[in-house]
């Protein structure tokens, strides 16, 4: 499929750029979990529980019951994952069963956040390898988001398939990731948690400080949240161009020129490449070919030798619209 310049901003915009989707869906996963953790903190200091006071049999069974069961459906990867999260948890006292909870809150997160990075990144060779820029768009338009499923972390999960799995074109060290700021950001959120559950009266902001952990709060940086946003938009554009030069590869194309969405944070790299053109054979990526850069947001696109406009290849419905 050959595009033009601004055929090919449109569609990084929609996979990985500032419209996508994917990305609103993760803001909302995280603050679902962000209500989850202050919800039962609230919950333990509303009920005036004695942090050392044994904890009740039926709540701990009941518990156990629930995280055996998203164990065995879990994938090998987020088996480890919970062995390792829960490796220092025992289960005797009410503060114990709070951590236990706040565990589980996060660890689910993460587990969510890699069926949705599976799902995608799933689709996109179907969106590189359409004949025509209008069927790439239905393609797109027809993929299910998890969104149209539901925002919610366990909903995403009930729904999801056994094994989450990544694009071949994407890094399969973004699980690891994924793995392991979900520790860090746990371990951060679970101290804040003990603090604010034993001594209430000290602790007056921690639902701030929690907040600012998970999802930035009012700050820029979006806490994990953030971090998690950026990922989704690695994974969904290293698919998308990795996919790409397989096929120009695949089609014999020889040439291609770089191309930056020219965003208002495009880095000076990013920039200074915008326009240029280079032998697909010679393409390496983080050099000259994206991406460039974790949430790099460029594309690229094929030319011929004598112009890079060539209306019997592709569909130019799309430039008439605009006269």
Same mark, same amino acid.
């Given at each position: 499929?050959?595009?033009?310049?601004?055929?090919?901003?449109?569609?990084?915009?929609?996979?990985?750029?500032?419209?996508?989707?994917?990305?609103?869906?993760?803001?909302?996963?995280?603050?679902?979990?962000?209500?989850?953790?202050?919800?039962?903190?609230?919950?333990?200091?509303?009920?005036? $529980?004695?942090?050392?006071?044994?904890?009740?049999?039926?709540?701990?069974?009941?518990?156990?019951?629930?995280?055996?069961? /998203?164990?065995?459906?879990?994938?090998?990867?987020?088996?480890?994952?919970?062995?390792?999260?829960?490796?220092?948890?025992?289960?005797?006292?009410?503060?114990?069963?709070?951590?236990?909870?706040?565990?589980?809150?996060?660890?689910?997160?993460?587990?969510?956040?890699?069926?949705?990075?599976?799902?995608?990144?799933?689709?996109?060779?179907?969106?590189?390898? #359409?004949? @025509?820029?209008?069927?790439?768009?239905?393609?797109?338009?027809? %993929?299910?988001?998890?969104?149209?499923?539901?925002?919610?972390?366990?909903?995403?999960?009930?729904?999801?398939?056994?094994?989450?799995? *990544?694009?071949?074109?994407?890094?399969?060290?973004?699980?690891?990731?994924?793995? $392991?700021?979900?520790?860090?950001?746990?371990?951060?959120?679970?101290? =804040?948690?003990?603090?604010?559950?034993?001594?209430? $009266?000290?602790?007056?902001?921690?639902? @701030?400080?929690?907040? %600012?952990?998970?999802?930035?709060?009012? $700050?820029?940086?979006?806490?994990?949240?953030?971090?998690? #946003?950026?990922?989704?938009? /690695?994974?969904?554009?290293?698919?998308?161009?990795?996919?790409?030069?397989?096929?120009?590869?695949?089609?014999?194309?020889?040439?291609?020129?770089?191309?930056? *969405?020219?965003?208002?944070? @495009?880095?000076?790299?990013?920039?200074?490449?915008?326009?240029?053109?280079? %032998?697909?054979?010679?393409?390496?990526?983080? =050099?000259?070919?994206?991406?460039?850069?974790?949430?790099?947001?460029? /594309?690229?696109?094929?030319?011929?030798?004598?112009?890079?406009?060539?209306?019997?290849?592709?569909? =130019?419905?799309?430039?008439?619209?605009?006269?």
């Amino acid at each position: 499929m050959k595009l033009t310049k601004n055929q090919a901003i449109r569609i990084a915009q929609k996979v990985y750029g500032k419209q996508d989707e994917r990305v609103k869906e993760i803001e909302h996963m995280y603050r679902d979990t962000q209500s989850k953790v202050i919800n039962d903190v609230d919950a333990f200091m509303g009920a005036n $529980k004695s942090w050392t006071a044994k904890a009740s049999p039926d709540e701990i069974a009941n518990f156990l019951a629930n995280l055996k069961d /998203t164990f065995y459906n879990a994938s090998a990867d987020d088996q480890n994952l919970i062995k390792i999260a829960y490796g220092s948890n025992e289960l005797r006292t009410n503060g114990d069963m709070l951590m236990a909870n706040i565990t589980r809150d996060v660890v689910r997160q993460s587990m969510a956040q890699k069926i949705h990075l599976g799902v995608s990144t799933k689709n996109i060779p179907d969106v590189v390898n #359409a004949s @025509t820029y209008h069927q790439a768009t239905k393609v797109l338009r027809n %993929n299910r988001h998890i969104s149209e499923q539901s925002k919610n972390v366990d909903a995403i999960i009930y729904k999801s398939v056994q094994n989450a799995t *990544l694009d071949s074109h994407v890094d399969s060290d973004m699980f690891s990731s994924i793995n $392991k700021q979900t520790m860090q950001t746990l371990r951060k959120v679970r101290d =804040v948690a003990e603090m604010a559950a034993k001594s209430p $009266k000290d602790s007056l902001n921690w639902k @701030t400080t929690i907040s %600012n952990i998970l999802t930035g709060g009012d $700050k820029a940086t979006d806490g994990q949240m953030g971090r998690a #946003a950026g990922l989704i938009r /690695t994974a969904t554009a290293q698919a998308m161009n990795r996919t790409r030069l397989q096929d120009f590869h695949s089609r014999g194309v020889k040439k291609y020129k770089y191309i930056s *969405l020219e965003a208002q944070n @495009t880095c000076a790299d990013c920039d200074a490449l915008d326009g240029q053109i280079f %032998n697909v054979e010679d393409a390496e990526e983080g =050099v000259n070919f994206p991406l460039m850069h974790p949430n790099c947001q460029c /594309t690229v696109i094929e030319i011929n030798d004598d112009d890079d406009w060539d209306n019997s290849d592709y569909d =130019v419905t799309d430039e008439l619209d605009e006269l």
